[in-house]
């Protein structure tokens, strides 16, 4: 089945504590990506990946990094969560170019830093 | 640059009713258009999109959306609401200029009365 993965679904850490959120995606695309949801201003982008290697900045990147070493891979990274970063992510994949697709979107990742 | 505006929170309708989900956007270039839904503690899906051709694009589940350039609109309809549709919409633009960053409104929580 085709599908955009994402590890955990669920996570409580404390301010300060590294962390990692997996993301893998199985349809061979080139383009990746990272977006957080808050109420009331719906989904904002934090990273994106044009291909292996290629990483570029989205709206909201403040607080957090990404790598793209493999193509189905695209983890985001926490160096030192804070609480304004408690919100539902979301990673997304793309083949075409998602002016013209859209995103494959994966099923969230809900983070409590407290 | 791109932006989009959905100009309800909240609607609620009853079963076997119309559905209207309003959305105006902006875009300096040609933009493509989508309609994602979100279902409780669900990932994204998408509905539909608009990408150049038809301005009546179909989608899934019986929603169909009208691309109005001389409105800046794209506002989502469905003929008869079911108790299925209860969910969470989003409007989401992109244009040729922006890569591949999709820009969400903020939401439309649509609730389903029987």
């Known amino acids: 089945e085709a599908q955009v993965t994402q590890n955990p679904r669920y996570l409580i850490t404390v301010t300060g504590k590294k962390l990692t959120v997996t993301c893998s995606q199985n349809?061979?695309?080139?383009?990746m990506s990272w977006y957080r949801q808050d109420p009331g201003l719906g989904l904002r982008q934090i990273y994106y990946?044009?291909?292996?290697?290629?990483?570029d900045k989205g709206d909201v990147p403040e607080g957090y990094k990404v790598s793209r070493k493999e193509k189905r891979n695209f983890p985001l990274i926490l160096e030192s969560p804070s609480p304004n970063q408690t919100s539902l992510y979301f990673c997304a994949s793309s083949g075409g170019g998602a002016m013209y697709y859209g995103y494959t979107f994966g099923s969230g990742t809900r983070l409590t830093v407290v | 640059a791109q932006s989009v505006t959905q100009l309800d929170s909240h609607v609620s309708v009853s079963e076997g009713t119309p559905v209207l989900l309003r959305c105006n956007y902006s875009?300096?270039?040609?933009?493509?258009l989508f309609w994602y839904v979100q279902h409780p503690n669900k990932g994204l899906q998408l509905l539909l999109k608009?990408?150049?051709?038809?301005?009546l694009v179909k989608g899934i589940n019986g929603f169909e959306a009208e691309f109005k350039k001389s409105e800046t609109s794209f506002h989502l309809t469905k003929p008869s609401a079911h108790m299925s549709d209860a969910a969470e919409y989003f409007c989401?633009?992109?244009?040729?200029?922006?890569?591949?960053?999709?820009?969400f409104g903020g939401g439309t929580r649509l609730m389903v009365k029987p």
């Open positions: 990946s044009m291909n292996v290697e290629v990483t």
């Open positions: 608009y990408t150049s051709a038809a301005t």
């Open positions: 875009s300096s270039y040609s933009p493509s």
């Open positions: 989401v633009v992109s244009e040729s200029n922006a890569g591949n960053m999709l820009t």
């Open positions: 349809m061979n695309h080139e383009y």
